[in-house]
C-alpha cells in the first residue's frame, strides 16, 4: 500500500482509538485567531496534534494544535484547532494530511476558515467573507502519484465551495442580523505579508481577500468529493495606497480575527445545526 494512506490510517486508527464509535459529520479548521469556536463544543474531548502519529505540529500565532471532538449545534464535528502552513515549512503532504484522516474518520462535510487581508477596497477590518471561489498560488497537494483510494486524477474544481452551503449560511446571516461579503480568497506561500504592488496585482486578478492558507485543505477535501463551506475574516486592509508610517502587524492580525469570531462561531454553529 502507498506510504502516504499508511501514515493516514494510522493517525485515523489512533483517533478513533480515542474517540470510539464518535461518528463525525463535519470537520471544520479553524485558523488564525478563530479557535474560539472550540470552546463552543459541547462534551469535548481533546487530543493534542503531537500525540497523533504522523500529524505536524502548529507553529502559527494563534493556532493552539488540538484536534477536538464533541458536538456543535447538536451534531458531531471534529475541530482542528489550528492548522498547518507551507510557510512553516511543511510538505502539502503534511500540510494537508489532517484533512484525509477526517475523511477516513467520516466527515460528510468541511467547514474551513482564516483570517485573511482584504484587498477588495470595500472590505474592513472585521468583516466576514463567504468564499464562494478561490485563486491557488500556492503548489497544488494533489501533485504526485494520485492517491486513488480517495480520489480521481484529474478532481473537478467547478464549484470548490458548495452552492447550497453558502446559499444557508447567507439566509442564517440575514436571520441574524449579520452583513457578509461573498467573494474570491487568494492563497500565496507567504510567510511575508505582500507589498503594496502585489495587492495590486491580486485585486486586479480577481481576489477580494489574500491570505497563506485554506486552499490545500479545499482542495484534497474536494478530490475526495466531500462539500466545503469556506469563510474569511478580514483582519487588515490589504491595500495599496497606506499612509507611509503604515505597518502589517501580525498580533494585530489575531486579535481583529478574535473580536470576529464570536459572530463566526454563531453562523457555522446554526449552519451545522441545519446538516444531516
Do not use: C, W
Not at 474518520?105 to 474551513?112: A, P, S, T
Not at 474592513?124 to 471561489?133: C, E, N, P, Q, V
Not at 487568494?186 to 510567510?191: D, E, H, K, N, V
Request: no cysteine.
Amino acid at each position: 500500500m502507498d506510504e502516504r494512506v499508511l501514515r493516514i490510517n494510522e493517525a485515523a486508527a489512533y483517533i478513533k482509538n480515542i474517540l470510539g464509535d464518535f461518528e463525525p459529520l463535519a470537520g471544520i479548521v479553524l485558523g488564525s485567531g478563530l479557535g474560539k469556536l472550540a470552546d463552543k463544543i459541547e462534551n469535548p474531548t481533546v487530543i493534542a496534534y503531537k500525540d497523533i502519529p504522523n500529524f505536524s505540529v502548529s507553529t502559527a500565532v494563534g493556532h493552539k494544535g488540538n484536534l477536538i471532538a464533541g458536538q456543535l449545534g447538536g451534531k458531531p464535528v471534529l475541530a482542528m484547532q489550528g492548522r498547518f502552513h507551507y510557510y512553516e515549512g511543511y510538505p502539502m503532504e503534511q500540510v494537508t494530511l489532517p484533512i484525509r484522516v477526517m475523511k477516513v474518520l467520516g466527515i460528510k462535510y468541511l467547514f474551513v476558515s482564516n483570517a485573511a487581508g482584504g484587498v477588495n477596497f470595500d472590505y474592513k477590518i472585521g468583516d466576514l467573507m463567504i468564499i464562494r471561489d478561490h485563486l491557488n498560488l500556492l503548489p497544488n497537494p494533489l501533485i504526485g502519484k494520485n492517491m486513488e483510494e480517495f480520489g480521481p486524477r484529474f478532481p473537478d474544481m467547478t464549484r470548490p465551495y458548495e452552492p447550497k452551503l453558502i446559499k444557508m449560511m447567507e439566509e442564517i446571516a440575514s436571520q441574524e442580523g449579520i452583513a457578509l461579503k461573498k467573494g474570491v480568497y487568494l492563497a500565496s506561500t507567504g510567510p511575508t505579508y505582500e507589498t503594496p504592488a502585489e495587492y495590486k496585482y491580486f485585486r486586479t486578478i480577481g481576489a477580494d481577500a489574500v491570505g497563506m492558507s485554506t486552499i490545500p485543505e479545499v482542495i484534497v477535501a474536494r478530490h475526495s468529493s466531500i462539500p466545503v463551506f469556506g469563510m474569511s475574516v478580514i483582519t487588515n486592509e490589504a491595500h495599496d495606497d497606506y499612509a507611509e508610517d503604515y505597518v502589517n502587524d501580525g498580533d494585530d492580525v489575531v486579535k481583529a480575527a478574535d473580536a470576529a469570531a464570536d459572530k463566526m462561531t454563531l453562523l457555522f454553529t446554526r449552519l451545522i445545526s441545519q446538516l444531516d
